[in-house]
């Protein structure tokens, strides 16, 4: 299956405003500027539709790949410029084995790491939200805790339930040991009945997973910033970090504090 | 093993899907949508730096001016 854009096609879209250094840009990144240096002191991963693993997923699904995350959280940990990484999820879970490699990765990230639950971080997505160093969920975010279905061939011998029972208690450890649910609580919701249509389970609405103990705290992109800020090191008030330094997002704080009446001043000829 | 809310009646349907082709460009990677004509748009970044997203080139639904993927699905 392969088809490439028409050479008259491309060289009509690139006009004739275009630079040379710009060309050199689009021949060797497709690019119309090539990637610049950033000064985002905080990286963002988002986790989103089905997490996929070994197996490729039909091109309906919105995927989160392992084979684009794991690397991805790799640079984070070595890049010297980057403070501290957001993890923002909305998914509806997905491989097992990927998800709990992604949490694994989090977890053992060494720079500071905050998740955030908007939407939904159902399934597999629970561990990955715990896995980062301090947890949020929006109000109105969701997360579904059942236990783990197999699909497809069953083979009806003893075996097939206790390999089952060994990848639940693979998840609810993960779970147990980087929240303060315990494992009571976590397995009581985990198979409760009568919560949901299809499934046991329960749904945990915003302030119900910090209830729980699953997620710290309620909260939005503010609360998650401005806590990736302070374990970082940096001032977790203001948008900027310390004086001179990288803030979130690369906003730089003025050196002299005086510097913003002063120009406001010089600008209202005052 | 999949662990997820939705049936996997609906994960495993194959409805056929857009057409997508994933390019690299510097750091980070880019998904693009086939559309008519052969022409490529942006369909998804993939990076973790935020200023990524803000570069108007790689805003969702732009048209890919060069490079053109010669790699079908991702």
Known sequence: MEEKASPQSQSSRAGSSVSMAQLEAIRQLGLANPPGKSDSAFHVLTIIGQIEGHLLLPAKNKTTKYEHVIPQLVAVEQDPKIRGLLVILNTVGGDIEAGLAIAEMIKSLSKPTVSLVLGGGHSIGAPIAVAAGYSFIAPTATITIHPIRLSGLVIGVPQTYEYLDKMQDRVIRFLVEHSRVSEEKLREAMFRTGELVRDVGTVLIGRDAVELGLIDELGGLDKALAKLRQMAGMDPGGHAGPAGEPGAFGWRAPADPGFVRRALAGRNGT | ?74
């Not at chain 2, 999949?2 to 996997?8: A, F, G, I, K, Q």
């Not at chain 2, 994960?11 to 004509?37: Q, S, Y």
């Not at chain 2, 108007?56 to 699905?73: D, F, K, Q, T």
């Open chain 2, 1 to 74: 093993m999949l662990w997820t809310v939705m049936p996997p009646e609906w994960v495993f349907e194959d409805d056929g899907g857009p057409r997508l082709a994933e390019v690299a460009a510097g750091a980070m990677r880019i998904v693009l949508e086939a559309g008519p004509g052969g022409a490529w748009r942006v369909q998804r970044v993939l990076s973790t730096n935020p200023f990524d997203y803000l570069r108007p080139e790689l805003s969702p639904g732009a048209l890919w001016i060069a490079n053109p993927p010669s790699v079908s699905r991702v």
